[in-house]
């Protein structure tokens, strides 16, 4: 590596430096730089750096063995708890991305249709039970938010699956929507 760092003495004492550290191939290209003079210096530039990547990647993997040499000697109770740390780490990270509330932006241009409501014929208060609907509520939901029984919400229910020709809930809301009722 002196012919990397110094530029003192004379050229051959470098390359004899070099020489003495380097494999067969390597010295092979040094005695054809040396042959070609200042045509062949971008090419020893470029060996020098490629035996400066090999020593800098012996040195990583140098380093990696020693660190395994180092693990060997930890506990397995370590390793258990590092591993039960992590999986904790992931599935409180888990639990927040897949529980997290759903952000739904209404139309703000959204206006309620009242004629089709009125041509429907759904009160005010089915209307309500359709909007709990859309937003994704059990019938035990929207008794509990409307002060309710269970019977009446599926009273409304029914009613406005029979005023929208639905079978299902998600069908009702939909043909809800294309006529204008919903957002």
Request: charge should be positive; glycine fraction near 8%.
């Amino acid at each position: 590596m002196e012919l990397a760092v110094s530029g003192f003495g004379s050229l051959r004492s470098q390359i004899r430096t070099a020489i003495s550290s380097c494999s067969r191939a390597t010295l092979m290209r040094l005695r054809r730089w040396s042959s070609q003079g200042t045509k062949g210096k971008a090419g020893m530039r470029r060996t020098i750096l490629i035996y400066g990547v090999a020593l800098a990647a012996l040195t990583v993997i140098l380093k990696f063995i020693e660190y395994r040499y180092f693990v060997r000697d930890l506990s397995l109770e370590f390793y258990l708890g590092v591993v039960a740390i992590l999986f904790a780490g992931i599935g409180v990270w888990a639990g927040l991305r897949l529980t997290r509330r759903k952000v739904v932006i209404a139309n703000p241009d959204y206006k309620l249709n009242e004629p089709e409501l009125q041509r429907l014929g759904i009160s005010k208060r089915e209307y309500e039970v359709l909007e709990l609907m859309a937003q994704g509520l059990s019938n035990q939901e929207i008794a509990d938010k409307l002060f309710v029984s269970l019977n009446t919400v599926k009273t409304h229910s029914s009613n406005l699956f029979m005023k929208l020709d639905a079978r299902r809930r998600t069908q009702a809301v939909r043909r809800a929507k294309e006529f204008g009722i919903l957002p």
